[in-house]
C-alpha cells in the first residue's frame, strides 16, 4: 500500500519560500508511469493543483502559480519536493501531495500540512 | 483554464434517500472527469474516474455519468458515513481544475 507524508516547516514569513517535501512509502517513486502532484487547499475552500512532475524529471505547473513554483524528484530517498517563493498570505493552505495516475487522478493522497503565512 | 462549477453547494438527504450532484464544464472535456470524497479534516479520496469508472474498493452506491460539458454523480442509499464534500475535477486540459464542491449532510 502506497503512503505518502508532507512535511516542511508549518510558518513561513510573508516574501520567503514555502518548502515542502513529499516521502513515499510502500513502494518506489521510480515504479510504474506514475506522476506525483502537489495540491493545496485554503481552509473552508476548495482545492487548487498545483502541478507534478513525472520521474524523469518533466514538470507540468499551474500558471497561476508558474513563475513562483519549483517541483523536483529524488528517486534516491523516494521524495518529491515543492518549493514557492515570493510567498503572501493568500498562499496559506493546506498542502497535499499526492500519486498521479496516468498522469492525472490523484489516487493516492498525503494526510496533508497546513502552511501558515504570517510575520 | 476550464472553470468547472457544481450544485447544489449543498444538500441534506436521509439516511436511504437518492443524492444527485451535478457537475459542468465550462467546455466540452468528453469524459475526462474524476469525482472525489473529502471527510472533514482528511485528504480527498478518488471514488470514480473517466466519468463513470468506480475505483476498485469503493462502495457499488456510488455512481457517475455524463460527457461533453454536463455530468451527474449519485449516491444510491444515503448513509451516515457518506457525510462529506465531493469534488469534481476535469483532466481534459492543464491546468487540472476542481469544482467548489458539495458538502452532503444528513437530515
Known amino acids: 500500500q502506497v503512503q505518502l507524508q508532507e512535511s516542511g516547516p508549518g510558518l513561513v514569513k510573508p516574501s520567503q519560500t514555502l518548502s515542502l517535501t513529499c516521502t513515499v512509502s510502500g513502494g518506489s517513486i521510480s515504479s510504474g508511469s506514475y506522476y506525483w502532484s502537489w495540491i493545496r487547499q485554503p481552509a473552508g475552500k476548495g482545492l487548487e493543483w498545483i502541478g507534478r512532475?513525472?520521474?524523469?524529471?518533466?514538470?507540468n505547473y499551474n500558471p497561476s502559480l508558474k513563475s513562483r513554483v519549483t517541483i523536483s524528484i529524488d528517486t534516491s530517498k523516494n521524495q518529491f519536493s515543492l518549493k514557492l517563493s515570493s510567498v503572501t498570505a493568500a498562499d496559506t493552505a493546506v498542502y497535499y501531495c499526492a500519486r498521479t495516475d496516468r498522469g492525472s487522478n490523484f489516487d493516492y493522497w498525503g494526510k496533508g500540512t497546513l502552511v501558515t503565512v504570517s510575520s | 483554464d476550464v472553470q468547472m462549477t457544481q450544485s447544489p453547494s449543498s444538500l441534506s438527504a436521509s439516511v436511504g434517500d437518492r443524492v444527485t450532484i451535478t457537475c459542468q464544464a465550462s467546455q466540452d472535456i468528453s469524459n475526462y472527469l474524476n469525482w472525489y470524497q473529502q471527510k472533514p479534516g482528511k485528504a480527498p479520496k478518488l471514488l470514480i474516474y473517466?466519468?463513470?469508472n468506480l475505483k476498485t474498493g469503493v462502495p457499488s452506491r456510488f455512481s457517475g455519468s455524463g460527457s461533453g460539458t454536463d455530468f451527474t454523480f449519485t449516491i444510491n442509499s444515503l448513509q451516515p458515513e457518506d457525510v462529506a464534500t465531493y469534488f469534481c475535477?476535469?483532466?481534459?486540459?492543464?491546468?487540472?481544475?476542481f469544482g467548489p464542491g458539495t458538502n452532503v449532510d444528513i437530515k
Open positions: 473517466d466519468a463513470s
Open positions: 475535477q476535469q483532466y481534459e486540459n492543464l491546468p487540472f481544475t
Open positions: 512532475i513525472y520521474t524523469s524529471g518533466s514538470t
